[in-house]
Every structure is written in C-alpha cells, then in structure tokens.
C-alpha cells in the first residue's frame, strides 16, 4: 500500500516571497502525482499533476512541482505567493492497476498562510 | 459544465438516524469515488465504482456505511444508525474512463447531534 507524508502541517510566508512544500511518499512502484489545493468550504482543486517525463512540472496559478524519483518526493514550489494562496494543500499519490486509475492516498494536507 | 454536484450541502441528523448522500459525477465520466475527510484522520478513502459497479470498497466501514451507484449519473452514500464520530465532510470525485482526471465536488458536510 502507498502512503504520502507532508511534514509541515503550516507554513507561513509573507507575500511575494517564495513558497515550497514538501511531499514524500511510499509505495511499491512510481504512482501517479498529484497537488490539490482547497480553500474554505470548497472541494479540492488540481494545481498539478505527474505521471512520467520532464520531473519538473507546471501547474496551474505559477506552481510547479518536481518529482525525484530517488528520494520518493513530490515538492511544491511557487516563486512569490500571493495572498489569495492561503489554503491547504494536498499532495496525492494514486496507482494504476491494469488501464485503470485506482483511488487517490492522499497526505494530511499543508496549511499556508500567506501575510502581507 | 456542471462540475460534480454533491447534494445536500449541509445535513444535520440526530444519533442514530440515517443519512444518504448524493452525488452527480460529470457527465460522460465512468468513475466515482467518495472520500471522506475529518480533521483527525484528513482525506480516506471510502469505495471507488467504474462504470457503476463496485471496484473497491476498501475503505469502507464494514458497518453502518453502504454505497450505490444505481445509474451513470449518481451514486449515493448511505449511513445507517448515524455516530457522531460520522461527523465529517464527504467527498465525491469523478473521471474519465480509466483516466486520473479526478474532479471534487463541493462536499457534503454532515453533522451528526
């Protein structure tokens, strides 16, 4: 079974400095990544997501993502945040079994908090 | 485009009644998957259908929770003798055939007195 771990439960940035947020997983094979964010009573939006290829990248709002294979991460990354970035983030794992995607593992989620 | 419609929005259920929950996947996707998030234990999964039938059910409770995806376009997520510990948000995700172009939808968050 895979898992996923965010080690930074909040991250607090002021704006227009620079944002990364880590991902790390388990699992038995490279999974399909994702980054999802979610603000207040919404569902999760995709930012990004990897499956092979170019380890880095682009996502949607001027997030990226690198993938590293030897050290099982998946970090999050913006140039300068701005406020409207307050949310959590997810980072996701999901497997592929045959054709088909399965259920997405996600982590426990990263709370930023972007100030002026 | 609609989106995912999750509906209700809200609802409140007193200890021991039931809820159902539903959900509208976008039309044309074949997989449904609900999740259910919690403050403790964040985002689990629950039970996951492709076209309609029951894939995985992995994460469900093996009491109390049941779900149905009696057409291709909704599924439902059934609780019985509701706990407050069901207290949650339960989310609903759909995509294409075979595809992991999940799209969420709103949620639905249950409270459970």
């Known amino acids: 079974a895979q898992s996923v771990t965010q080690p930074d439960a909040r991250v607090t940035v002021s704006e227009g400095a620079s944002l990364q947020l880590r991902c790390k997983y388990s699992?038995?094979?490279?999974?399909?990544l994702f980054w999802y964010v979610q603000y207040p009573r919404q569902g999760l939006q995709l930012l990004l997501k990897?499956?092979?290829?170019?380890?880095v990248v682009q996502g949607v709002n001027g997030f990226e993502a690198e993938f590293s294979k030897s050290n099982s991460s998946f970090h999050l990354r913006k140039a300068s945040v701005h406020w409207s970035d307050s949310a959590v983030y997810f980072c996701?794992?999901?497997?592929?079994?045959?054709?088909?995607?399965?259920?997405?593992?996600f982590g426990l989620g990263t709370r930023v908090s972007v100030f002026p | 485009n609609a989106g995912v419609i999750q509906t209700p929005r809200h609802k409140v259920t007193g200890k021991g009644q039931e809820a159902t929950l539903w959900c509208e996947p976008i039309s044309g996707h074949s997989a449904v998957f609900w999740y259910r998030q919690t403050i403790v234990q964040g985002l689990e999964f629950l039970t996951y259908?492709?076209?309609?039938?029951?894939?995985?059910d992995s994460g469900m409770p093996k009491e109390r929770f049941s779900a149905q995806m009696p057409n291709q376009s909704h599924s439902t997520l059934k609780i019985q003798s509701t706990q407050p510990q069901d207290s949650a948000v339960y989310l609903c995700a759909s995509s294409p055939q075979g595809g992991s172009d999940y799209t969420f939808g709103s949620g639905t968050r249950l409270l459970v007195i």
């Open positions: 259908f492709r076209n309609q039938a029951p894939i995985d």
């Open positions: 996701a794992v999901s497997m592929k079994r045959g054709n088909y995607a399965q259920g997405l593992t």
């Open positions: 699992s038995s094979v490279t999974p399909y």
């Open positions: 990897y499956y092979s290829g170019d380890p």
